[in-house]
């Protein structure tokens, strides 16, 4: 195994995992090392939208919101299993915006970048459409419905990294890059294995510090830089309740403090609510939702649906930490979501690359720019060509409108899946999911049955493919089994894991 590389990443999450898969595919050799799991950051504590972001048009993000929306089709084409368009009802609030700048607003959206398969705006009669129906009783007449997409956020990281080891990079999980130094015109990075403990070296021309929330502590830590860019820590939390409503829409709700909670559809029997945006300071690790915050989210839903939502009725909520670059804006909801990348190669030095800020959206785009920052220390790359918007990530080498085809098409292979079974799967795995069901003809060749329909095959697949460690990794970002799965049947699929694990050690 080697230890030299052109690049070497520190971080796991979107941007990091992203610029791995397309340094990796232009012929880089590429090392990205993960102190935690996959997506453990803020990668899997979004919205899960892939989005425009029709707020940041108040902000004049025009760039912003340009570029995203033109990467909603592009992502939806490379991964349509775990990525999905998604209309929006924005119901009109009399004493808020007004309707003509929301239809301003709108059209923006639908004309600034690169809308072709996704349905346009439209207006809402919200009296006698089917949206309107689960809204406060006569209290909202007119909205307006757009398009966005939904995406597994946690799922996209995954892949990007399984894309990048498949093109020839190391994706090293739960190992923490501890020391860089530099050594000869390249920079030598310590890193500790945080399961055992063991330390070990690897060398890289180039260093991209992609640590989300840690980035100016891996910069002024590990490095020992000092960062000119700022990062601005904003939590942002979300909480899951039983689903609100039967049909397949979400809402964009404006709040009377200038702010939008947005209620999702999600995981066919539940409703996804989110988000807050308050400054954080301390481990980003331990981001939790508070009580106010989850009043805050309540109560919005509260002031537009004809239901109460009362906090009691919450079953899941997690919290994030937005690892913003700091514009010095006065309030936490308008800091730039831009992204900004500062890039430190003093006195000759072998070149640091730290990135600020980014959206799950952009990650794409992102990892393009970073690369082209850094070119011109790599003399291998190839600066030119815009190749991860045109290859489908792994299972999603098929048409945007085939996830039903590939459904049927796992169902008549395998009879013995139920369609909830085989819809799960398709939208987690694509047309990997056969890789992962086999030759197997019974529900019984699956293996264990760990509940919610999670096999041992599905297991064995993702400690295999996906780094999968513990039922962690498999319940709250692999999947969203966690939702369905009781606290005994986690630490049950957990003893199992640790089993296998340990098998794997001996053998
Ligand atoms: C509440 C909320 C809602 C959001 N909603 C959306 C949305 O709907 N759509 C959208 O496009 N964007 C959204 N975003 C933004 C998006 O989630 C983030 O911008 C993005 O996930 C950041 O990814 P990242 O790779 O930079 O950081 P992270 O995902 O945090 O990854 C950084 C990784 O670096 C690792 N790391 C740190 N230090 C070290 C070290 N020394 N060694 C090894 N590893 C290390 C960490 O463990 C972490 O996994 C949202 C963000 C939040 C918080």
Avoid at 334 to 347: K, M, P
Wanted: charged letters at 25%; proline letters at 4%.
């Amino acid at each position: 195994m080697t230890s030299e590389f052109d690049l070497a990443i520190i971080g796991g999450g979107v941007n990091g995992c992203g610029i791995a898969r397309d340094a990796a595919g232009r012929g880089l050799s590429v090392f990205l090392c993960e102190m935690n799991d996959l997506a453990s950051g803020t990668s899997s504590w979004s919205t899960k939208l892939v989005h425009g972001g029709l707020r940041y048009l108040e902000y004049y993000e025009f760039r912003l919101v340009r570029e995203a929306l033109m990467e909603r089709e592009v992502l939806w084409k490379i991964a349509p299993h775990i990525i999905h368009p998604l209309r929006f009802v924005l119901p009109h609030h009399a004493g808020l915006r007004p309707a003509w700048l929301l239809r301003l607003g709108l059209f923006l959206y639908d004309h600034l970048g690169g809308r072709k398969l996704l349905p346009p705006t439209k207006s809402l009669d919200l009296r006698t459409d089917v949206t309107g129906k689960p809204l406060a009783s006569g209290r909202f007449t007119k909205g307006f419905e757009y398009s966005d997409c939904a995406v597994d956020d946690a799922r996209l990281v995954v892949l990007n990294a399984r894309d990048a080891l498949e093109r020839g990079a190391e994706i090293r999980t739960r190992t923490r890059a501890i020391e860089a130094r530099q050594r000869d015109g390249r920079w030598q990075l310590t890193l500790e294995d945080a399961v055992t403990g063991a330390r070990s070296t690897i060398f890289a021309r180039v260093l991209i510090n992609a640590a989300g929330p840690w980035v100016h502590e891996f910069l002024a830590g590990t490095v020992g830089v000092n960062a000119r860019a700022n990062v601005r820590l904003v939590q942002g939390s979300h909480v899951v309740v039983p689903k609100l409503y039967d049909h397949d829409r979400a809402y964009i709700l404006q709040n009377a403090d200038g702010r939008i909670v947005f209620t999702i559809p999600y995981q066919d029997d539940y409703t996804l609510i989110g988000t807050t945006d308050r400054d954080y300071e301390g481990d980003p690790a331990a981001a939790k939702a508070t009580q106010e915050e989850i009043n805050y989210l309540c109560a919005s839903v509260s002031e537009y649906f004809a239901m109460l939502l009362r906090p009691s009725q919450v079953v899941w909520g997690y919290s994030g930490v937005r690892p913003l670059y700091d514009d010095g804006a006065s309030e936490a909801k308008a800091a730039t979501r831009d992204y900004v990348f500062e890039l430190d190669a003093r006195d000759g030095n072998a070149p640091v690359l730290s990135v600020f800020g980014g959206k799950i959206t952009t990650y794409r785009k992102l990892s393009e720019e970073a690369l082209e920052r850094v070119a011109s220390y790599l003399p291998k790359i190839e600066s030119s060509g815009s190749w991860t918007g045109g290859a489908a990530l792994p299972g999603g080498e098929f048409d945007v409108h085939g996830l039903d085809a590939l459904i049927a098409s796992l169902q008549s292979r395998y009879p013995f899946l139920s369609k909830a079974h085989a819809t799960r799967l398709a939208r987690a795995y694509g047309t990997r999911a056969a890789k992962l069901l086999g030759e197997a003809a019974t529900a019984a060749d699956l293996g264990a049955d760990f509940g919610a329909t999670l096999t041992e095959a599905e297991v064995r697949y993702l400690m295999a493919q996906e780094w999968a460690h513990t039922a962690e990794d498999i319940v709250w970002r692999r999947s969203k089994l966690g939702l369905r799965l009781s606290p005994d049947q986690v630490a049950a699929l957990d003893r199992w894991m640790a089993r296998e694990r340990a098998g794997h050690a001996l053998a």
